[in-house]
């Protein structure tokens, strides 16, 4: 990797939201980490004196909505309960790289999977473009895919999981 590679990737992370970049090629290991990044479980808390100036606009001629007692949300009233599906026996297909997600080739065109779809091992599930750069990712093993869990043009991170398949 060239330095201007590195330089670039450096600016792209301290650019965006992005916490940390690892690339391996070979022998060669590059870890970019963004300077506000905290690995899970690690959270250090800083103080800051500096004053805060904001530029919010104030609004005075539009009226802020009185709604009736009788029509508010009750705060006693009691809401179903959410049930979790069981996903332990799913394995999760995870992004190789950080970039941005497309489940199609192009906008046009219909997904690589959907769920549902039965899929074979090196099946083409998705593409992450990294760097003006698109990558094809393939499924690492066989079985059903059971929940899609990144929509379409999104950034994702490194690691994220980004489909679950039922191997059964």
Known sequence: MDQESIKALIELVDKSNIGEVKIEQGNF????????????????????????????????DTPTPIIPKETRPSETEEKPLETKEDTSKYIE????MIGTFYRSSSPESEPFVKIGDVVKKGAVLGIIEAMKLFNEIESELEGTIVKVLVDNATPIEYDQALFLIDPS
């Open 29 to 60: 290991k590059l870890t970019i980490r963004h300077k506000d990044y905290h690995p899970k479980g690690l959270i250090q808390a800083t103080a800051s004196l500096t004053p805060v100036q904001t530029s919010l606009p104030h609004f005075t």
């Open 93 to 96: 297909i995870k992004s190789p």
